[in-house]
């Protein structure tokens, strides 16, 4: 095992009992001990070091990881749920610290656990987690036939899901839900998401979907060109053609993030979040009412993690891979200005009429820029594209 100041143990239900004679060895020569309250409450002591530090974990281990800094030359033990690698705080601290001074002794994940459990293979279920995130997030993901495993956010997470799926029109998908697994108090829920009644259970769940799609059930493909009615929309939905082409070009690969300048982007950027995992967005300028269908759509297509800003206050916010301006905003110094706020290789993209494209011939030139023409119902219309130098 390397030699580093940073080691994440992963710990099951079974508590310490569970632990491998390795993580025991790291455990009882930490310095410095992290932790939610809940694993401090299962080391006492006599566990550990005398005059080790106590870190308590309030709001995730990004905050702890700012501490850290604080006792480099201390030997420091991060103890999380299960696989820290797999939505734990492994992930979070490489990324803040990055991985050559952390080492990782994981347990088996709860996905793993429970696939185990309904004998499911691994790769072939749709693994999330909604603790983090919205629990809206599991629309993404609902197709007949799907696997669904998702970590719960809390004891309300399995009666959410279970309203999510009958809003989608799979009310007899089977759910089975396991709590506290590992532990002796593990308990398991099993029933169809329009039967699901058990009300509140353990904070600690795992919940298991098998989706089946009543008569009336609504799925989409994450290609990108949805149909319109699968927006709530005022006028603002630019049509189907465009947004296929605009993505084609935007070209979202994981970990970019998009800005949709206008209220023409939301569909946009949903559509950018739907095609590619780990992928973010944010739309800006949007007013009241698109904001409010904005959200509404982002939340039943899956992606509730969309951002909506009402200005363009770009201060703190992450450089884009991509921006998409609305074609009511496109004017020459408006795409130096966007094209400027660009990463190396990103792309710039917007959609317009004959006399706007002609307008842009001089920025086309200038930038090396591309135009292509899209007919939509007897009318051109074009979809503009500029890259920032790598």
């Known amino acids: 095992m390397k ?69 480099k030359d201390k030997r420091i033990v991060v103890m999380t749920a299960g696989d820290p690698m797999h939505y734990g705080a492994g992930s979070a601290l490489a990324r803040r610290l990055g991985t050559s001074d952390i080492t990782v002794i994981p347990k088996p994940s709860a996905f793993s656990l429970a696939c185990g459990r309904m004998v499911w293979s691994v790769p072939d279920s749709e693994c999330l987690t909604i603790h983090a995130s919205h629990p ?25 899901v279970a309203s999510y799926l009958c809003e989608r029109g799979f009310a007899q998908s089977h759910m089975t839900v396991f709590c506290d697994m590992g ?57 189907r053609e465009a947004r296929t082409n605009v993505l084609s070009v935007l070209a979202p690969q994981p970990g970019d993030t998009l800005w949709g300048i206008g209220d023409n982007s939301g569909a946009i950027a949903i ?72 990463v190396p290789g990103g792309r710039l993209v917007t959609v317009c009429n004959e006399h706007e494209v002609e307008n842009l011939a001089g920025l086309l030139d200038s930038l090396s820029g591309t135009c292509v023409e899209m007919r939509i119902d007897d009318h051109s219309m074009f979809v503009v594209s500029f890259k920032s130098n790598l």
């Open 3 to 71: 030699n580093s100041w940073i080691t994440v143990i992963g710990i099951g239900c079974d508590g310490l009992d569970g632990l491998s004679a390795q993580s025991r060895e790291v455990l009882a020569s930490a310095e410095v001990l992290a932790g939610s309250a809940r694993y401090h409450t299962l080391v006492s002591d006599t566990d550990i070091l005398d005059g080790c530090v106590r870190l308590i974990s309030q709001k995730g281990f990004t905050s702890l990881a700012e501490q850290f800094q604080s006792y």
């Open 136 to 160: 809206a997030g599991i629309n993404l993901y609902v197709y007949p036939g799907a696997k669904i495993v998702a970590l719960g956010a809390d004891g309300e997470t399995p009666t959410q």
């Open 183 to 239: 532990d002796m108090r593990e308990q398991c829920y099993k029933a169809t998401a329009e039967s699901w009644s058990h009300g509140r259970v353990s904070d600690l769940n795992t919940i298991c979907v098998e989706c089946i799609a009543g008569p009336d059930a609504r799925w989409w493909s994450r290609v990108p060109g949805l149909p319109a009615d699968a927006f709530v929309s005022g006028g603002e939905l630019i049509s």
């Open 271 to 342: 559509e950018w979040l739907r095609s590619t995992n780990h992928t973010r967005a944010t739309v800006y300028l949007c007013d009241e009412d698109h904001r409010t269908n904005l959200e509404k759509n982002a939340e039943f297509l899956g992606v509730p993690h969309l951002r909506v800003q009402d200005d363009e206050d770009f201060e703190n916010q992450r450089e884009p891979h991509a921006i998409f301006l609305s074609g009511s905003l496109v004017s020459e110094s408006k795409l130096r200005v966007y094209h400027d706020l660009l």
